[in-house]
């Protein structure tokens, strides 16, 4: 278990509150499009610290995972309904690759360059 059953707590509150926000309306077709956002990244990310739950993990764990998978898909849903082609962004495997290229950029890891020419010469 990745993830502290708290700290997944914690993390679905705060959905939930976004969730009842007053611009949100109480049927899925009308969660505002940047909801729809929070909802899968959010989903995703806390999917991703978990893990995979088995027989003797906690059963609030296992709950919280599949309330997590359930957004998730509702989220993805309503992204390739109103959207289709920018649902690929959306995938969870894209999203994670978004996460891994913002941890590689928040720790200076890459190169930088000054101007288009220097990128172009250092491709030959």
Do not use: N
């Given at each position: 278990?990745a ?6 707590q ?16 109480s049927?899925?077709?009308h ?16 999917l991703?610290?978990?893990g995979?739950?088995g ?15 359930s ?12 959207y ?6 959306w ?20 190169t ?13």
């Amino acid at each position: 278990m990745a993830v502290a059953l708290e700290e997944v707590q914690t993390h679905m509150r705060e959905i939930a509150s976004v969730l009842r926000e007053p611009r949100a309306s109480s049927t899925p077709s009308h969660i505002p499009d940047d909801l729809l956002g929070t909802i899968a990244r959010a989903s995703d990310r806390l999917l991703e610290e978990i893990g995979e739950v088995g027989p003797g993990d906690d059963l609030q764990l296992a709950v919280a995972r599949a309330l997590l998978e359930s957004m998730r898909v509702l989220a993805a849903g309503l992204i390739q309904e109103r959207y289709p082609d920018q649902a690929w962004f959306w995938t969870p495997e894209w999203q994670r690759r978004e996460r891994e290229a913002d941890a590689r950029i928040a720790a200076s890891l890459g190169t930088r360059y000054d101007s288009d020419a220097a990128f172009l010469a250092s491709l030959d």
